[in-house]
């Protein structure tokens, strides 16, 4: 039903908001003046996890749809956030906290740049459950979906067996070197609550090895004694043309 979500929610049963075992939502990426003033005093309870900034509402659409999710069984939902908002601090970090504390999140799927229309940013999709399976409480699985894409000449792709890819994943609920994590709530609460993907899945190194950190070094000291060689050479030729004294 088309109409403004967060200011007149469309389906309600009596005194509360409507809701449903599955909700999923692609809401417009931090928006700005989206109905701070009437979620001050929310009739509809919403802001139960903290009030967000008035110039960003994405955990305002992210509250609502908590809101909307059914109380018993396995209720879940997903949305589409900037990725920006994975680590968003003050007000939103607060939200983050509460929200991770109550075991809400399930995942975080980061994705490719460029794949939504009217926006070049980087989503990502982050995925609530009301109940989580055994294995999975406590923890968040990360997964790193950021390579996973078609290039195109104005707008990048998310193919089926890109899509496959991260959902074979997210079923599996286990880490996968440099594509997948689960991370321990513990970890999560020592990085200050962030979600940040790079914070927890590094990309493979692209090219050769990555050497040791003496390797390094040495290759290191080596180059900065030949820098510092060709700017003595560099001096004397310069003095000898009388460019420099």
């Known amino acids: 039903m088309r109409g403004d979500t967060l200011r007149n929610p469309a389906f309600f049963e009596g005194d509360r908001l409507a809701t449903f075992d599955c909700v999923i939502a692609n809401p417009p990426f931090s928006l ?19 009030l967000p900034p008035v110039r960003s509402g994405d955990y305002a659409f992210v509250q609502h749809m908590i809101a909307s999710m059914a109380e018993g069984g396995n209720s879940r939902m997903a949305v589409v956030l900037p990725q920006s908002a994975l680590f968003r601090q003050n007000a939103e970090n607060d939200i983050r906290e509460a929200l991770l504390k109550e075991d809400l999140i399930e995942a975080v799927i980061g994705l490719a740049p460029n794949l939504f229309y009217g926006t070049p940013l980087a989503a990502s999709i982050v995925v609530f459950r009301r109940k989580k399976p055994t294995g999975r409480k406590n923890s968040v699985l990360v997964i790193d979906a950021q390579s996973l894409f078609r290039r195109g000449r104005a ?8 899509s496959e890819q991260v959902v074979r994943c997210f079923r599996a609920f286990q ?38 950190l003496p390797e390094a070094v040495a290759v290191f000291k080596e180059a900065l004694t030949e820098a510092r ?16 004294e």
């Open 155 to 162: 707008q990048n792709f998310l193919d089926p067996e890109h």
């Open 229 to 244: 060689g060709a700017e003595d050479h560099l001096r004397a030729v310069l003095a000898d043309g009388g460019w420099f």
């Open 32 to 50: 700005k003046e989206w109905g701070r003033d009437v979620w001050e005093n929310d009739p509809w309870g919403r802001a139960q996890y903290g």
């Open 175 to 212: 880490n996968v070197a440099d594509h997948a994590r689960v991370v321990a709530l513990d970890e999560i609460e020592d990085k200050g609550w962030t979600l940040n993907v790079s914070r927890y899945v590094l990309p493979p190194p692209i090219g050769e090895e990555v050497p040791s």
